[in-house]
């Protein structure tokens, strides 16, 4: 039963997001016919990162978020380029914040913590990045990235919440 319910549940993201897609090339369509080529970052938002589409995506992003917490939680800080090191530091604190409060409210963050994730995910996307290359740092790759999964999650259903 449980595993019928799962693929229900793919099943409707998968048609939600599908749907999305097609919404998004006609509108791609209507812009290069008005010489728009383009994008605007908010047509692109939800081709990047991690997301769940579809009417159960709340509950879907909740749970993988405390599943991942779960292992984020446990591991120790990483090490990291010593140039770094502050800011590595200074977004895992706010960010850590922002997930455990999300996670505590039931998937509800205010205002504020909904900006610091705003504010921090570009760096930390480029944190990560750098962290990926050269491979000198595979253990802080791996802590970051989970940090931004959970983050980028939590930053999509925040949007899918507000429209935008």
């Not at 099943?11 to 599908?18: F, G, I, P, Y």
């Not at 369509?29 to 383009?38: I, L, V």
């Not at 140039?83 to 998937?107: H, I, P």
Request: aromatic share 10%; proline share 5%.
């Amino acid at each position: 039963m449980a595993l019928l319910h799962a693929l229900e549940m793919l099943e409707a993201s998968r048609t939600v997001w599908l749907r999305e897609m097609e919404s998004f090339a006609d509108r791609r369509r209507a812009d290069k016919a008005r010489h728009q080529r383009t994008p605007r970052q908010v047509e692109v938002r939800y081709l990047l990162g991690w997301r769940w589409p579809g009417p159960e995506g709340k509950q879907a992003i909740l749970g993988e978020v405390g599943r991942l917490w779960a292992a984020h939680y446990r591991s120790p800080f990483p090490d990291v380029p010593a140039g770094s090191k502050g800011d590595l530091v200074e977004l895992d604190t706010w960010l850590a914040g922002c997930v455990s409060t999300y996670l505590a409210n039931d998937g509800d963050l205010d205002i504020g913590r909904q900006n610091v994730i705003t504010k921090c995910l570009p760096n930390l996307r480029r944190h990560v990045a750098q962290l990926g290359y050269p491979w000198a740092y595979p253990q802080a790759f791996a802590y970051f990235r989970l940090l931004l999964k959970m983050t980028e999650l939590i930053h999509h259903d925040r949007a899918q919440e507000t429209g935008g």
